[in-house]
């Protein structure tokens, strides 16, 4: 997940392999990206930085092909890819998502798919010398939560409880009309009054807007954010939220615990286990402090939910999102 993890970009960039041996099949094929601001491009560190490290995305990709008969080849990126935006309109480490399902085609990645209204990429010429395998264990879905309580705070706010303070996302389960949109909201703590409580997150929004393209249960999960959360705050869902309509995606490094420790004390049993959730939250590719975000900035908060038409939207080098394929 997230994939290539944060790293100073000008001076190395991390690649990832796959063996997409049983993906193929008999007959064409084809391969599709979706490409995110991430670390390098989207909100970092304080004062409202964008583009840290560039303004333009990129794709380098290629696929090695080994024959039976010992031949190889080398399929790559270059000018005879095709790209165009898709449901994800907006997405961001720090302020989250805005996707819109009535945008979504399941096929665009499949050789069949009619790519004549898509848009010709242009070749960058990035080095590649600095060019690096992966230094640490990759971010995967390591476990799931399921919500322990819904309740209505006292300014009426429909609240999801997870029981738990983690580091991730929700999974979302609805169903209803085409058009209609469901905001999650994220905060680790309720105030004193059980009010939701996002002072502390300054300038982040840790916010994501899903619409619905109205074709039966939909489910929805963030592909370029994460949040750091006990509450998840949910507005303008249909019908009678349940606890089944959400689901806790704990997201972190891949790393092996190399032992454990329990006592008879309860209090020193729930400090470890406080200790290995704040791990689990701050290991990400690379250690961090506060996945809750911002603590930094004391920036204007400018967010908004999106609610595109589904019409074809031009290509823009100010868009967060696009898909690419060949």
Not at 26 to 53: K, M, P
Not at 62 to 82: A, C, F, K, L, P
């Amino acid at each position: 997940m997230l994939t290539p993890g944060w790293t100073s970009y000008h001076e190395h960039i991390q690649y990832q392999t796959y063996d997409v041996t049983d993906l193929l099949q008999s007959g064409d094929n084809a391969v599709g990206a979706y490409l995110g601001d991430g670390w390098y491009r989207g909100n970092l560190g304080w004062g409202g930085n964008r583009n840290v490290y560039g303004r333009k995305l990129a794709l380098l990709a290629e696929i090695r092909v080994q024959y039976e008969n010992g031949d190889s080849e080398i399929i790559g990126t270059d000018d005879s890819w095709r790209c165009s935006t898709g449901p994800l309109l907006m997405s961001d480490i720090y302020n989250g998502e805005t996707y819109d399902a009535r945008l979504k085609r399941d096929d665009w990645a499949e050789s069949g798919f009619d790519d004549s209204d898509w848009k010709s990429v242009t070749v960058q010429a990035f080095p590649k010398d600095n060019l690096i395998a992966p230094v640490g264990p990759p971010i995967r879905k390591i476990e799931e939560i399921k919500p322990i309580d819904i309740l209505v705070t006292p300014a009426g706010d429909t609240v999801v409880d997870m029981g738990q303070n983690m580091v991730g996302w929700v999974r979302l389960r609805v169903q209803g009309q085409a058009g209609q949109t469901v905001t999650l909201r994220h905060a680790e703590v309720l105030d004193k009054a059980g009010n939701f409580y996002t002072e502390n997150l300054r300038s982040a929004d840790q916010t994501n807007c899903y619409t619905l393209n109205g074709e039966g249960v939909e489910i929805y999960e963030p592909r370029f954010t994460f949040q750091g959360f006990r509450y998840v705050a949910v507005d303008d869902y249909p019908g009678d939220l349940t606890l089944e309509a959400i689901t806790g995606v704990v997201v972190h490094s891949d790393i092996a615990p190399t032992g454990s420790f329990e006592c008879s004390n309860d209090m020193l049993n729930q400090l470890q286990h406080n200790i290995q959730w704040g791990l689990k939250g701050n290991f990400l590719d690379v250690p961090t402090d506060c996945p809750q975000r911002d603590d930094d900035w004391d920036g204007p908060v400018t967010r908004k939910c999106l609610r595109a038409q589904p019409a074809l939207m031009p290509m823009s080098p100010d868009f967060t999102t696009s898909g690419l394929r060949i």
